[in-house]
């Protein structure tokens, strides 16, 4: 199947080779020509599957065949529960678009609102949008979403976990009832199902990989290692292998931030993306990391979802996820529209039932790899194992002035990993 056999414009099918696609992934294949029969789907795709193509070249296809009217009203809504997706669906969409005389916005709070009233008002017809700043331009009515020909939903999931399904519906009752609607999730739950039977018309099911599935071309490992050495490990991985790019995935936003600290104090250029952080420096960390300015970029889990970084290699979980579906999410990062990647994840004592859970999603065993001198401590001396984190946090100006010496002793302007391993070998075959 080609892109040709989908029913595409001609200017559509220029952009798309201009976009370096050779053929439809299987969403797309499956998709569109759906759409274009004036269908509502349910997607199950997994990030990276290529699903923004999929529902933004129909939709563009459908509005641009339409004279542009004077005052120009929004025709197709996109939900997002990222900033960051937001951001990065409209990019698409512009991209998709770029033959087109259609124009496209993206909404989204933790950024003035003026500018997107001012945007509303010029006249927009692709919205692209969080639904919190949306409900806000609704109650003041600086939007009028009646002229919405297409709902879509994406990262539908996502959206119900971060608590936004009292948005959504609030939204939804201001759009016209005769609209086509597309939703797409990479999990399933009870509450999705229920979603998309009050929000969707007999819609076509669409299944691209398996419900819950990690995607087949992430090589997956884990690396035991002590809660206490983690950090350690992964500076010397990310040295030792020379990557140039590593997505890292911690637990919490102070974990984060305390982590890109000691990245850097071992000469690791990092950037942290989280909540807390302000709009305009959640996205220029998300540029520098792009563009190859940082090597490393620490995440959680709501900040990194959606994000779309081409050829992405390496995922790191420094911290497994609470939720096992939030691991199937994270090493989609990496994998994505046909390449090859590779996610890892730093496993200590105390997250052994994470792991498990994670594995049951899975339905598989996932590899574990040893690396020499930081095997994690074996379940005999689970005080020791306990004992280590306090230690290591307890003073952490003692442990930089223990680091400051041992660089200076290696002539590096890191801590010698090498002396700690050789250290830790002897201790770990005792
Ligand atoms: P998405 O799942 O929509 O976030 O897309 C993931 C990545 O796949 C993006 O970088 C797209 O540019 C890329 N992509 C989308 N469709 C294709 C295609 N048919 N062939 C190759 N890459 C694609």
Known sequence: MSFKDLGLSTELLATIKLQGYTKPSP?????????????????????????????????????????????????ALI??????????VNESMCSYGRKTRLYTTEVYGGVNINPQIKRFRNGVDIVVATPGRLLDHLQRKTVDLTQIEFLVLDEADRMLDMGFINDIR?????????RQNLMFSATYSQSIKKLADTLLNN??????????????????YVHPVERGRKRELLSSLIRDEKW????????????????????????IQAAAIHGNKSQSARTQALLRFKNGKVRTLVATDVAARGLDINLLPHVVNFDLPNAPEDYVHRIGRTGRAGQNGVALSLVCSEEQDLLVKIQRLLNKKITVKKIDGFQAEPATTKTKVNKRPKRYSASPKKQNRKKAS????????VFSLAGQNKTRRVSGNA
């Open 406 to 413: 041992s660089s200076s002793r290696s002539g590096g302007s």
């Open 170 to 178: 609030k939204i939804v009752s201001t759009l016209p009832k005769k």
């Open 244 to 267: 140039e790019q590593v997505l890292v995935f911690t637990r919490t936003k102070n974990g984060a931030n305390r982590l890109t600290k000691q990245l850097m104090k071992d000469g």
């Open 27 to 75: 969403i797309q294949a499956q998709a569109i020509p759906e759409i274009f029969k004036g269908r509502d789907i349910l997607g199950g795709a997994q990030t990276g599957t290529g699903k923004t193509a999929a529902f933004a070249l129909p939709i563009i296809q459908n509005l641009s065949k339409n004279k542009p009217q004077k005052h120009r009203k929004p025709r």
């Open 79 to 88: 939900l997002t529960p990222t900033r960051e997706l937001a951001a990065q």
């Open 203 to 220: 819609p076509v099911q669409i299944e691209v990989a398996k419900r819950n599935m990690a995607t087949e071309m992430v090589t997956q």
